[in-house]
C-alpha cells in the first residue's frame, strides 16, 4: 500500500516535442485516429496492420474467429516470417535495404560483426536447408540453446523459413532445465554453441547440452556453432559442426508458404506449478503485432540503429531485437555480454561507438547504472539517442526520472512497454509522439489493445482501488495455447473470468483519472527477479530435491536493484543443523536444477514453516518476515504460532 500511495502521489507529467511529435510515424493527430479505430473495432484496426504492415502470400478471408478462449486471427492468409525479415528488404520495392545493417553484433572481447540484409538472407536459407538435410520437417520442434551471437538470429529465421518450431532455451538454464523442456516439446534437434563470453570469461554451452541429453534420449541431432574454440566432446553419429554443414549448404531456399495459424514457436515461461509453461505463437497474429508495435512503440525509421539489451532466449529478444525490428527492415544491435565487461561503461561505449539512436533495457538494468554512478555515462557521447524505453517489471519513479535526465539527456521520450511472454508483444504502452508520460506509468493500451482492471466479480475499476490486470478482447499476438496441456492454459488464463471472457495477465494494476495504468506486480506465487519470471514452486521443488532438505518455502521479497530477491525458508531432514557451507550447497544446487539466476539471496533455516491447521503454507507470514517487518494479519489460523517468534530469531537467518 505505501508504493501505492507513493506512485499515485506522482504527479510530473512529460510531453513529446513538438519536433518529436511531428516526424514520429504516428503523430497526434494519426495516434488519435488509430486508438479511436482500435477502440470502435479492434478487428478492423488489426486487419489495417496487417495489411500495411506485413506481406501475404495469400490474403485471409476472415480476420478473426473468436471462441474463448481460442482465437484464430487471419484466417487463410499466407505468410512466411523469414520472408517478411528478410526477402522482402532485398528484392522489388525494398531491394535497396540489401545492403543495409540487418545486424550489428558486437562479442564480449570486443570483436563485431556487421551482417547485410543480402548476407543474413543468404545465411538463412544455407541453415534452412542444413536443417532440412537433417530431416527437420514442417511442425518439428528445434532447440535452441545458444549465446547472444548472430548464428541464434539465423536459426531462428531458418525455423520460421521452413516451418519449423523453434524452442529457445535461454544460455543461462541448466541441463535439469534443458532436458525438461525438450522431453516436454519432444524435439529431436538441438543447436547449440560450444559456449559464449561473459564477464571475461569463456562459459560453456555444448557441455551442459552434453549432459542434458542423458535425460533426453529423443535427441538424435546436435549443430555446435563455434563461438569461443574450448574443447568440447562431440558424439560421433549425434554431433555436427555448424560451419562444416553451412559449407557444404546450398544458399538456394523459397520460404514456405505457412498458415496464419501455423505454430511459430514456444517459449517456456513460470507459471505457478514447479512445471514450465511452453507458451504456443503462432505465424500471422504474432508477426503482425511484433511488427506493427515496432514500427509506433519504437518509432522506427530507416536510419535508426536500434538496440534492445534483452537475451534473445526471452521473449523481449524474440519479439524486439528480432522479429519486430528485422520485419521492418530496422538494423538491431546485439551484445552478447555484461554490461560491466570490461568496465562499468561498456553499455555507454557501445552506444557512443554505434551511434545507437534507440535503447530499449530493463528497470533492474536502470537501477544498477545508477548504482554504479554517473561518471560511467559522463564519459560518452550519448547524443545519438533519440527514444527510450523499458520493459519487464514496474520502473520505480526515481529511476525513471534518472534515465530520463542522465541517459536521455532530458529530450528523450521514454516509452515504458507492459507486457509478457503470452501477449507476444507490447500491449501497455505510451505511443512516443503523442502520448504525455508520467514516471512509473505504463500510460495507455496500445490502439486495438482492450485492457482494463477489474475486480473479482470482473466489474471495472479505477482509482485508488488496484484491481486484477484483464484483456477483455482476443488481440493477435496472443498465446494459443500451453504445449500439450489445454487444461492448464484454460485454468490460468481464462477460468476465472469464464463468464466474460476475459484473460487474466496475473498482474494486480490500477487506473488514474486519466485511464492511466499503473503496474503493481503479479498477484500469483511468481516471482520478477531483475524481469525474469521464477516461479517460487520452481525453486521450492528444486530445493526439496535436495537430500539433505525435508521442506522448503519460496517467497520474494523487494529488492532495490533486482526488483525482487528469492528468500528461502528450507527445513531440514531428521534434525540435520543448517550452516553457511550448506546454504552454498543448496545455492549451488538451485542453480544446477534450474539456472544460477534462480539462486536465493537468503535461505533461512528452521524446524518448521507456519502451516495451517489445514496444512497450507502461510506465505502472507513468510513474506513479511523475508522483509523484515512486522508479522501482519490473523495468525489464528496457524497449527503453531510460536514458529514465527523462531523465524524471526536472527539465528535462524
Ligand atoms: O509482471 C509483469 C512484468 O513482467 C511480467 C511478464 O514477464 P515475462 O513473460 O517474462 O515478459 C517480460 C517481458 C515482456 C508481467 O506479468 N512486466 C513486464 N513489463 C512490465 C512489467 N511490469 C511493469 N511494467 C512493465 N513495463
Aim: charged share 25%; proline share 5%; with cysteine.
Amino acid at each position: 500500500m505505501a508504493d501505492l500511495e507513493s506512485i499515485l502521489e506522482e504527479k510530473r507529467v512529460f510531453k513529446p516535442s513538438a519536433e518529436f511529435s511531428k516526424k514520429a510515424n504516428w503523430n497526434k493527430a494519426t495516434a488519435k485516429a488509430m486508438r479511436e479505430l482500435g477502440e470502435k473495432s479492434p478487428q478492423r484496426f488489426w486487419a489495417k496492420m496487417a495489411k500495411e504492415n506485413i506481406t501475404w502470400m495469400k490474403p485471409w478471408k476472415k480476420v478473426l474467429d473468436w471462441k474463448a478462449p481460442n482465437a484464430k486471427w487471419f484466417l487463410g492468409g499466407k505468410l512466411n516470417v523469414s520472408h517478411n525479415c528478410l526477402d522482402r528488404h532485398i528484392e522489388g520495392e525494398g531491394s535497396w535495404r540489401k545492403n543495409k545493417a540487418a545486424i550489428i553484433w558486437e562479442g564480449e572481447p570486443g570483436d563485431t560483426r556487421t551482417i547485410t540484409y543480402g548476407q543474413l538472407h543468404r545465411e538463412v536459407c544455407k541453415f534452412s536447408n542444413v536443417l532440412k538435410q537433417q530431416g527437420v520437417k514442417k511442425g518439428d520442434r528445434v532447440v535452441l540453446y545458444m549465446p547472444m551471437i548472430p548464428e541464434l538470429a539465423v536459426a531462428m529465421l531458418a525455423c520460421t523459413r521452413i516451418g519449423a518450431i523453434h524452442s529457445i532455451i535461454f544460455g543461462g538454464f541448466s541441463a535439469t532445465s534443458i532436458s525438461d523442456r525438450v522431453n516436454d516439446a519432444g524435439a529431436k534437434i538441438i543447436v547449440t554453441a560450444d559456449g559464449g563470453f561473459r564477464r571475461g570469461k569463456p562459459f560453456g554451452l555444448k557441455s551442459i547440452v552434453n549432459e542434458a541429453l542423458e535425460s533426453a534420449p529423443g535427441v538424435k541431432r546436435v549443430i555446435v556453432a563455434k563461438r569461443t574454440a574450448q574443447r568440447v566432446s562431440m558424439q560421433v553419429g549425434r554431433d555436427l559442426w555448424w560451419d562444416d554443414l553451412m559449407a557444404e549448404a546450398s544458399a538456394n531456399c523459397p520460404p514456405a508458404e505457412m498458415d496464419a495459424e501455423d505454430p511459430l514457436f514456444i517459449l517456456y515461461t513460470s507459471g505457478t506449478t514447479g512445471k514450465p509453461k511452453g507458451i504456443l505463437h503462432t505465424t500471422g497474429g504474432y508477426l503482425t503485432q511484433a511488427t506493427t508495435t515496432s514500427k509506433y512503440v519504437f518509432d522506427l525509421k530507416d536510419d535508426d540503429i536500434y538496440w534492445c539489451t534483452a537475451d534473445i532466449g526471452w521473449v523481449t529478444g524474440h519479439s524486439y531485437v528480432v522479429y519486430g525490428i528485422l520485419a521492418n527492415g530496422a538494423t538491431t544491435v546485439m551484445y552478447e555480454g555484461a554490461p560491466n565487461s570490461p568496465a562499468e561503461d561498456r553499455f555507454w561505449d557501445i552506444i557512443e561507438r554505434h551511434r545507437i539512436t534507440i535503447f530499449y533495457t530493463a528497470p533492474t538494468a536502470i537501477r544498477t547504472f545508477i548504482r554504479w554512478g554517473d561518471e560511467h555515462i559522463k564519459k560518452h557521447d550519448l547524443s545519438s539517442l533519440r527514444l527510450l524505453g523499458t520493459v519487464g517489471e514496474p520502473i520505480n519513479p526515481e529511476a525513471w526520472t534518472w534515465y530520463q535526465k542522465v541517459i536521455g539527456g532530458g529530450r528523450c521520450p521514454i516509452v515504458d512497454t507492459w507486457w509478457q511472454t503470452e501477449t507476444g508483444g507490447i500491449m501497455i504502452t505510451s505511443l512516443p509522439g503523442s502520448v504525455n508520460t508520467k514516471p512509473g506509468s505504463a500510460t495507455l493500451p496500445f490502439p486495438g489493445i482492450c485492457a482494463d482492471t477489474v475486480n473479482e466479480a470482473g466489474e471495472s475499476v479505477s482509482g485508488k482501488t488496484g484491481g486484477l490486470l484483464v484483456i477483455k478482447k482476443p488481440w493477435p499476438g496472443m498465446l494459443r495455447g500451453i504445449w500439450g496441456d489445454k487444461k492448464r492454459f484454460r485454468e490460468t488464463y481464462w477460468d476465472k473470468f469464464k463468464k466474460q471472457g476475459f484473460y487474466l495477465a496475473g498482474d494486480g494494476a490500477h487506473r488514474d483519472r486519466q485511464g492511466y495504468f499503473w503496474i503493481m506486480g503479479r498477484i500469483d506465487d511468481v516471482m520478477n527477479v531483475s524481469g525474469h519470471r521464477i516461479g517460487t514452486m520452481e525453486v521450492e521443488s528444486a530445493l526439496v530435491s535436495h537430500a539433505k532438505v525435508a521442506e522448503a518455502a519460496v517467497v520474494g521479497r523487494p529488492d532495490a536493484i533486482t526488483g525482487t530477491a528469492v528468500v528461502a525458508f528450507v527445513t531440514l531432514k531428521g534434525g540435520l543443523e543448517g550452516d553457511n557451507s550448506l546454504r552454498d550447497a543448496l545455492r549451488k544446487h538451485v542453480a544446477k536444477e534450474i539456472g544460477s539466476f534462480a539462486k536465493p539471496a537468503d535461505i533461512r533455516f528452521s524446524n518448521a514453516l507456519p502451516k495451517t491447521r489445514s496444512g497450507k503454507i502461510m506465505r502472507r507470514l513468510l513474506r513479511n518476515i523475508a522483509e523484515g517487518v512486522d508479522v501482519v494479519g490473523d495468525t489464528t489460523t496457524l497449527e503453531d504460532p510460536s514458529i514465527i517468534a523462531k523465524l524471526q530469531q536472527p539465528e535462524t537467518r
